[in-house]
């Protein structure tokens, strides 16, 4: 019989954690969406709710189902084979003869390992990567390969240590893309409404000219409404965050 170590990491005594917080705690946050969820937060919740089963992150491999079990009090059973096997972790590597610079793998990378910029070379920083292979199918030009970097797999392949890390960039990524959003946002809003100015001030002196008049006021304004339900929306969902 094999026996798995549960090094699970102490929850700060501040405000009491939820299951969901509690059940990330022990996830590897390798954000690889393996699971079939948006990363390791979003399969903590579904799992809190009981809408996911604690078998289906292949990063945390056997280790990973015991110390879930050890969370939510749920029998210990073999990962899903459908959401993938347990394997050596791998970190991605770019052909940089072969990369054109299109930065989609940037864009893909959920923990900020990979650098470069539009039409320029790109690289993968080997300590930040996760092996999340997230990068490797936007690649136009299949550049990208994982190689494995490790013997052991799960958590034998991968630290808490290296969990909370990739967690603290994947967390920053996060928060940096949602005010990069909400900046665009802003700035399109503000040219809006300076666009509904200049229609408004428009005096025609024919009918045409105010059936076109009302016409750019309308599709201003539905541009200005749609803004306006997004950042609704975009503010009922960082409460939870500022709750916690």
């Not at 019989?1 to 549960?6: C, K």
């Not at 990378?109 to 650098?115: L, R, T, Y």
């Not at 290296?162 to 399109?188: G, I």
Request: proline share 7%; with cysteine; glycine share 6%.
């Amino acid at each position: 019989m094999t026996y798995y170590r549960l090094a699970i990491p102490a929850v700060p005594d501040a405000a009491p954690s939820s299951l969901a917080d509690r059940i990330e705690d022990v996830l590897p946050q390798t954000q690889c969406t393996k699971c079939g969820y948006n990363g390791c937060r979003p399969y903590a919740e579904a799992i809190a709710d009981g809408n996911a089963g604690i078998n289906q992150c292949p990063p945390g491999g056997a280790e990973g189902i015991a110390r879930l079990s050890s969370v939510t009090g749920y029998p210990v059973i073999p990962l899903n084979p459908v959401n993938g096997l347990e394997r050596p972790r791998a970190v991605a590597y770019i052909d940089e003869s072969l990369c054109i610079g299109c930065t989609l793998c940037i864009q893909a990378c959920p923990v900020d390992a990979i650098v470069g910029a539009a039409k320029q070379m790109h690289t993968v920083v080997p300590e930040l990567c996760t092996g999340c292979d997230l990068c490797v199918n936007p690649c136009p030009v299949d550049c990208i390969v994982m190689f494995p970097v490790t013997e052991g797999t799960g958590w034998q392949a991968w630290s808490q240590d290296q969990a909370d890390a990739a967690r603290e960039r994947h967390d920053f990524r996060t928060l940096r893309l949602r005010r990069d959003s909400e900046e665009n946002d802003a700035r399109l809003a503000a040219k809006a409404a300076e666009k509904m100015k200049a229609v408004e001030a428009l005096d025609p002196a024919t009918a045409a000219g105010e059936a076109e008049k009302e016409r750019k006021r309308a599709i201003i304004a539905a541009a200005m409404e749609r803004a306006r339900l997004k950042a609704e929306a975009a503010a009922q969902d960082k409460k939870p965050d500022e709750a916690t």
